[in-house]
């Protein structure tokens, strides 16, 4: 345990996205923003979660359930009236407080854990995480005294012109010893500009009584950047990203053309695999060694083994295994399971099915609801007739079985092992293991049809 609570700001609505999804909830490098600001706080440390909600509060709430408290904030009234909103959950606990604003997605785990850690050592009463802004426009400035420590922290409304000339801005990130700032909270009015109970407040507070006030500066000021707009949503979606696959090329996996790649930041990808140029990998995918993916494919939700090629493909919530060739133009649905060295070629789609090992569906076919075998050769054209208007019917086909090409599998319909079905079938009947199946009607040519038309006309 490390003692260790944090406090994340996530009532506001975020007017300057104009939208009705709440700001915290827009998505970057694949997640909620207020997210990726959770997941850097578990890392640091925190062992006690809480997320002050406001508007939007039930989807706020449905996005990170079970993973948090929530406390309520009715009316938005400033940062200091977020944080009070929280007084139960502070006054039995005697640890730090770690204060994070949701539209903050870029933090790092480690920054914040250095935070926390020079917090600890110096026993502040309160740590502020600063950053050096090239344009500091619309940010609160950290006030220094001749000592260098933090004397407070003023608003840019409630700033003098010298004040405004300082570059140090306060992230609206902090570490807080609990007692004392459960009681500066007490301490907090609204006689400002905005009319609100500003957090930083609590700074002042705690320096007139003479406690101890830190500050630790972030070395690269992108990180504590907060999103207030869609054009601030794409800098922090191009940052976040683009720290991904700096992390993944540092790890052994070739990145062709980082501009044009595009993988969310839980993405796991084995040494050696290639990722080629127009590539999506998204959500929980888990992708193997020595794989190439893409170009032009989209991977979401989708486990791959190791020497597997996808490309020019999309896969969505499936497994596919070990040395499998998927692509051109595949479409894999939820809940389909390609075994090892299963080949899936062009325009095909699989959908709630199991392939089995060294299977081939080699083009131009719709295989759904489906139980296959090993050793399966798929003709062209093979549709699986799995729907009759109102339920969902699934077929098997056996170890090794053939299946001529344009041939239907009328649902629910077994094809036996070793089994052959000749093309143009309509199979309706189980076909019986080491049989041929053949469900077409005979062949008939009538000699001499074409003149005689021709002399009718």
Request: charged share 20%; aromatic share 6%.
């Amino acid at each position: 345990m490390s003692n260790l609570m944090a406090i994340i700001l996530a009532a506001g609505k975020g007017t300057r996205m104009k939208s009705a999804l709440p700001k915290v909830l827009h998505q970057v490098g694949g997640k909620p923003m207020v997210q990726q600001v959770l997941d850097a706080a578990v890392f640091a440390g925190a062992d006690k979660n809480v997320v002050v909600i406001g508007f939007g509060a039930q989807s706020v709430a449905d996005a990170l359930a079970g993973q948090v408290e929530f406390v309520v904030q009715t009316e938005q009234l400033g940062t200091g009236h977020a944080v009070m909103q929280a007084k139960c959950e502070l006054t039995d606990f005697d640890g730090t407080v770690m204060v994070l604003c949701g539209d903050t997605p870029l933090l790092t785990g480690e920054l914040l854990a250095k935070l926390y850690a020079e917090h600890s050592q110096a026993q502040a009463a309160a740590t502020v995480l600063t950053a050096v802004m090239p344009d500091p426009a619309g940010y609160g400035r950290v006030i220094r005294n001749s000592a260098g420590q933090v004397e407070k922290i003023v608003e840019q409304k409630d700033a003098s012109p010298s004040e405004l000339s300082v570059c140090e801005i306060n992230t609206g990130i902090y570490c807080f010893a609990a007692r004392e700032l459960l009681a500066a909270l007490d301490g907090l009015t609204c006689n400002n500009a905005q009319e609100e109970y500003y957090l930083t407040d609590v700074i002042a507070i705690l320096n007139k009584q003479g406690q101890k006030v830190g500050a630790v500066q972030a070395a690269d000021y992108r990180e504590t950047l907060g999103i207030n707009s869609r054009l601030q949503l794409a800098e922090a979606e191009s940052i976040i990203r683009r720290r991904k696959l700096d992390n993944l090329m540092e790890n052994g996996v070739t990145i062709m053309d980082p501009g044009s790649t595009f993988i969310d930041t839980q993405v796991e990808i084995g040494a050696d695999t290639i990722i080629y140029p127009f590539t999506w990998i998204e959500g929980q995918s888990k992708i193997g060694a020595n794989c190439l993916i893409g170009p032009n494919t989209r991977v979401t939700n989708t486990t791959v083994g190791d020497e597997t090629t996808i490309h020019f493909s999309y896969t969505h919530d499936c497994i596919v295994g070990n040395h499998v060739i998927l692509g051109p133009y595949v479409h894999l649905r939820p809940d389909t399971w390609l075994k090892d060295g299963v080949k899936v070629g062009n325009f095909v789609e699989v959908k709630n099915s199991i392939v089995g090992e060294k299977s081939k569906l080699p083009h131009l076919s719709y295989i759904g609801d489906t139980d296959m075998g090993a050793g399966v050769n798929i003709g062209s054209g093979t549709i699986t007739v799995n729907y009759d208007g109102k339920h969902k019917h699934r077929t098997t086909i056996e170890d090794d079985a053939f299946i001529g090409c344009n041939t239907n599998l009328v649902a629910p319909v077994t094809v036996g092992s070793g089994s052959y079905v000749a093309a143009g079938s309509t199979i309706t009947k189980n076909v019986p293991p080491g049989s041929l199946g053949v469900a077409r009607a005979r062949q008939n040519n009538i000699e001499g049809w074409v003149e005689k038309q021709r002399r009718k006309d």
